[in-house]
Nanobody
Framework: QVQLVESGGGSVQPGDSLRLSCLVS????????VGWFRQTPGKEREFVAA????????HYKDSVKGRFTVSRDNGKNTAYLQMNSLITDDTAIYYC??????????????????WGQGTQVTVSS
């Protein structure tokens, strides 16, 4: 059974940082691309960041470039999303996912086979 468990969400003020973790069980994360997505009420789930299974490339939504960093620790079977300089627009439920899609589809939710349950991030003054 494949399970992804996100943690690290919370309520912070603008300018603060959070690090989200995604612990994977039932699969070796080293064999998968890892994606991070987020969703707010009434909106579609949107791509935030991804790291290829090879670990040699990362991809970001334009609005988070320079603020967010995606990484992975294959030994711990865990992926991370470091979020710095948070703004109110970053408020959402954040999901991690794993998949084996080709590079051109890495920003699409359809490219991922397994998903976590999500963790809430709230940025508010």
């Amino acid at each position: 059974q494949v399970q992804l468990v996100e943690s690290g969400g919370g309520s912070v003020q603008p300018g603060d940082s959070l690090r989200l973790s995604c612990l994977v069980s039932g699969r070796a994360v080293r064999n998968y691309n890892v994606g991070w997505f987020r969703q707010t009420p009434g909106k579609e789930r949107e791509f935030v960041a991804a790291i290829r299974r090879s670990g040699d490339s990362t991809h970001y939504k334009d609005s988070v470039k320079g603020r967010f960093t995606v990484s992975r620790d294959n030994g711990k079977n865990t992926a991370y999303l470091q979020m710095n300089s948070l703004i109110t627009d970053d408020t959402a439920i954040y999901y991690c996912a794993i998949g084996t899609t080709i590079l051109s589809n890495i920003r699409s939710a359809s490219g991922y086979n397994f998903w976590g349950q999500g963790t809430q991030v709230t940025v508010s003054s």
